[in-house]
């Protein structure tokens, strides 16, 4: 069994940074890939990031690319999003998501098999 359980979410000024985290219980070998996608009010599911547990391979949408930064620790298989610059239209829930290692296009969110309940990200002006 796969547990993903998100925090860090909080209110945060424009401007600011916040780091999210992703604890992933259960088989390392089914977390092999993790990623991060968010959903604003009214809006589709957006990728984020994602990195590979093997090489360390990232991938950014282009939206939050110079400004996030994703990071895992392979020890305690905690994947982490790390937000700077943030802006309001970064306001969103944070959903973290994993799966096996294998082909397909990590940015797409129907390639993933487990998913956390997500955390509030609300970034004010």
């Known amino acids: 069994q796969v547990q993903l359980v998100e925090s860090g979410g909080r209110l945060v000024q424009a401007g600011g940074s916040l780091r999210l985290s992703c604890a992933a219980s259960?088989?390392?070998?089914?977390?092999?890939?993790m990623g991060w996608f968010r959903r604003a009010p009214g809006k589709d599911r957006e990728f984020v990031a994602t990195?590979?547990?093997?090489?360390?391979?990232?991938k950014y949408a282009d939206s939050v690319k110079g400004r996030f930064t994703i990071s895992r620790d392979n020890s305690e298989n905690t994947v982490y999003l790390q937000m700077d610059s943030l802006t309001p239209e970064d306001t969103a829930v944070y959903y973290c998501?994993?799966?096996?290692?294998?082909?397909?296009?990590?940015?797409?969110?129907?390639?993933?098999?487990?998913w956390g309940r997500g955390t509030q990200v609300t970034v004010s002006s």
């Open positions: 259960g088989h390392a070998s089914l977390t092999s890939i």
């Open positions: 990195i590979s547990r093997s090489d360390g391979r990232t």
């Open positions: 998501a994993a799966r096996p290692r294998g082909s397909g296009d990590y940015t797409v969110g129907r390639q993933y098999n487990y």
